[in-house]
RNA sequence: GGAGUUGGCCAGACAGUCGCUCUGAAUCUUGCAUUCAGGGAGGAAAGUCCGGGCUCCACAGGACAGAGUGCCAGGUAACGCCUGGGGGGCGUGAGCCUACGGAAAGUGCAGCAGAAAAUAAACCGCCGAAAGGUAAGGGUGAAAUGGUGCGGUAAGAGCGCACCGCGUGUUCUGGUAACAGACGCGGCUAGGUAAACCCCACUCGGAGCAAGACCAAAUAGGGGAACAUUAUGUGUGGUCCGCACUGUUCCCGGGUAGGUUGCUUGAGGUGUGCGGUGACGCACAUCCCAGAUGAAUGACUGUUCACGACAGAACCCGGCUUAUCGGCCAACUCCCACU
RNA sequence: GCCCCGGUAGCUCAGCUGGAUAGAGCGUCCCCCUCCUAAGGGGAAGGCCAGAGGUUCGAAUCCUCUUCGGGGCA
């Protein structure tokens, strides 16, 4: 279910889908990241990525930020199948990549408590 | 060897594992499914400061308004860019910088200081008995009505002369020209400011890929009300003309969500030859080199070095400007040492 | 992606047809008034005018380039 691959039934596409989590969902965060989890009815997770400009201000630290987030999703065997929403911290910019992933293995460690007793 | 100037190039490399996107092929479970092969960010992709292509508005037309450019010649699709030249400024030099048309078309502006700030006036002074003459001397100021010397005079003054500066010429020489030089003339007038209004010359229609085109679930292919009667309205920015279309306004509904296309072969790159001082042009050969759309290039490991800066395409090009760790190459200049 | 605005005292704004002291209100501090406070009156401090370069004798003002903030697009 879970293997080592994202393709794009796996992202969250439209503004509904968003919108939806925005709306319901069980959330963790630090300074590095929000992250926001809704149980969906499908049979994977799902990932969605909303990294402002406000909070990095150039284009490369966005891209840079979204890959690492994208890559860590990938690797990580997330076992309750749940709509997710990261979003960038105010020192997310500054961070280096060991701080970013530490920082996501916690965050799903909590999501998945969260979602047990959702 | 040191210091410097100009121009050009590169933007860590290699291997392994996992992963993303596009193209081609194969396989079948016809799904954007799997496998294989190949391509996959920049010199600035940035700022959006200019110029084009492309698309729609009319085939992009006329007048005014408005905006921009501003020594000369050339290059270019075009430019506010580039190249070469001229004038001016800086540097010992190689070189660098330069919004560099017009103030004898007109209007405006110049605080304080200063006698006086734009038109010939006179506060002190100088000369003179006085009337008056004078602009040589005078603190100022960004700027004060040519400068130096000699003569001259009551004292002075381009009043005269020499040199320099300035202006000027149906003049001559060189140059396509800007301009430079020579010669003649003018005793000197016509001060500054045009990134103040302005004048002159040249250029510019408007918007922008969220342009534009197509498909299209549901609903609908219309319904109702009011007003006006040949001038008005709409059509992308201002006014008028011109052109095209035709009732107008309000309410409900629709125009939507979504998808496809535009989307990458181009004023293209590379090499050679020829023309040109050069920007660049011409000819031939050869190559296909990102096309995402919640947005693709990354992560981890190892080796190695100079330990990696600024930074991410979004319709596409030509420039400019700004950010930037460093490294390499070529030409040239100055200083020191040696031969 | 494209197109527009703005940055002046701690805060909200004037000044932007160049001219020398950059001004107003609120706030801060001091004094007066009051038994004390508020209100009121008087006074003071506080600004490299977002940054850099240019034009000019002179720039907050004009021009160019950066930087930061805000708005619009069907």
């Not at 990241?33 to 799902?46: C, D, G, H, I, Q």
Request: net charge positive.
């Amino acid at each position: 279910m879970c293997r080592a691959r994202l393709q794009k039934h796996a992202k969250l596409l439209k503004a509904v889908e968003f919108d939806r989590v925005f709306d319901k969902s069980v959330r963790s965060s630090d300074r590095y990241f929000t992250v926001l989890a809704s149980p969906n009815e499908l049979t994977y997770p799902r990932l969605g990525l909303a990294i402002s400009k406000r909070r990095v201000r150039l284009a490369v630290g966005r891209n840079r930020l979204k890959r690492l987030v994208r890559e860590n999703f990938r690797l990580t065997e997330l076992e309750c199948c749940a709509d997710y929403v990261v979003m960038a911290g105010p020192q997310a910019a500054h961070a280096n990549n060991r701080e970013l992933l530490s920082a996501l293995e916690k965050h799903w460690k909590i999501l998945k408590q969260k979602c047990a007793s959702f």
